[in-house]
Each structure stands twice: as C-alpha cells, then as structure tokens.
C-alpha cells in the first residue's frame, strides 16, 4: 500500500522552543492530509486538516496559532508546534488519503517537552 | 459522522477467530463502515471498509447486518501480530471532502498463546 512517512520519529526539546513535524506521502499526491495528536492510553484526536494552496483548517478547541501548519506541496504537510509547553508532549500523527476511501497513516512522533 | 460503540477490550486465542462488533445504530444511507487498527506506538493502519454488503481482503472479513446498525470484524485465524487497537468508524465515503476520520475508544484486542 501507500507509504506516509513522518520526521522526526522522536523529539525532545526545551519549555518555550518551536518544534516542526514533516509528513510526507511518499508515493502519492495529497491535496489535503490531516493531523492528529494521541495521548497515552487515549484514542487520536483529530487537529486540523491540511489543505495544499489555502489555510488549515483546525478542529474546534485547537489553536491555531499554536499549532501551525504548512501544506508546501502536493507531497508535504508540516505542523509546528510553536513556544511548547510540557502538556505539548504527544503522540503526533499525519494521514493521507489515497484515492475515494483509504487513508494511509505516517508512523507518528513522539514529543516531548522538558 | 454516525457515533460508533465498540466494547473496549477483548481476549482471543492464537489461531482461532476474532470477532469484533461495532454498534452504529445512527448510521446514515451514505455512510459506510471503515475499520482500522493501531499497534502500539505505530499509526494506525487501514483493514477494510463496506458500505452494505459483506467484504473479505487478504487481511479479515467485514459483516454488515442488513439493516447496517451494526457489524463485526472477523480475523479468521489470529496471530500474536494482531494484537492491536482496533476502531470501527463510520463516514460518509467518496473523496477527500469525507476524508476526515474521527476516531472513538476502539477496542483492544489481546491474542494469547
């Protein structure tokens, strides 16, 4: 099936710095990809949805200022994490869909804010 | 989207079939039946998805009742591999604006030795 792939896998960073995620579709244009966020022993929550050409739109409850994301290409989406706090820290997943009804998932990245 | 009810854990023995029911007693006609599973600390991965009639792949089979307020998910012969997260998600199909997935507790399938 279709690959998503994300980078990093893991980071770690310090109270108050930015951190950008990447998910790309390796395999695959995406006009739109989505953004999830996952916290330990809890389902994926849905953020916002990426659109390549125009604004994200954001999940109600989601800052977007906080959380701002990029759809540069047809193969890239990036969310950054601006001024991260520690209740930051997560499991954050990106997903493609692929034709009428699939939708392929990257492998995620754990963050984690000191 | 349709709400979904899923029980939140269940056990299976290795080699034997799983059998994983879904409520969607809301469902819409235009709305079909996805389910997908996550392995821990791994995105989650697409299994199969039906709108009304019955649908095997080389991964599990998907039973809609005929009234499609509910369905289940077989594994026919499950592995250690299986076990998983496993989400049953109701939305409307056909093109990136259904595209959105909102996913509820699924449920958490043990395969045992």
């Known amino acids: 099936g279709a690959v998503v792939s994300q980078h990093p896998s893991w980071v770690i960073c310090k109270s108050g710095t930015s951190v950008k995620i990447e998910c790309r579709s390796l395999d695959f244009q995406a006009t739109t990809m989505f953004w999830y966020r996952q916290f330990p022993k809890q389902s994926l929550m849905l953020m916002a949805t990426s659109n390549e050409g125009s604004k994200a739109t954001y999940e109600q409850g989601v800052e977007k200022d906080k959380f701002l994301i990029n759809h540069a290409s047809l193969t890239l989406s990036t969310l950054t994490v601006t001024s991260a706090h520690p209740e930051d820290s997560s499991f954050y997943i990106c997903?493609?869909?692929?034709?009428?009804?699939?939708?392929?998932f990257g492998p995620g990245t754990r963050l984690t804010v000191l | 989207d349709a709400k979904t009810t899923q029980p939140p854990s269940m056990d299976c023995a290795e080699g034997r079939a799983a059998n994983l029911p879904c409520n969607h007693s809301?469902?819409?006609?235009?709305?079909?039946v996805y389910w997908y599973r996550q392995i821990h600390s791994q995105g989650p991965q697409y299994i199969i998805h039906?709108?009304?009639n019955n649908e095997t792949n080389e991964m599990a089979s998907l039973i809609i009742t005929e009234d499609r307020k509910s369905s289940t998910l077989i594994l026919p012969h499950a592995t250690l591999r299986d076990t998983a997260v496993y989400y049953c998600?109701?939305?409307?199909?056909?093109?990136?604006?259904?595209?959105?997935?909102?996913f509820g507790q699924g449920t958490e399938l043990s395969v045992k030795p």
């Open positions: 998600i109701v939305r409307v199909g056909g093109g990136n604006q259904g595209g959105k997935l909102i």
């Open positions: 809301t469902i819409s006609g235009n709305e079909y």
């Open positions: 039906g709108l009304k």
């Open positions: 997903s493609a869909p692929q034709g009428k009804d699939t939708q392929y």
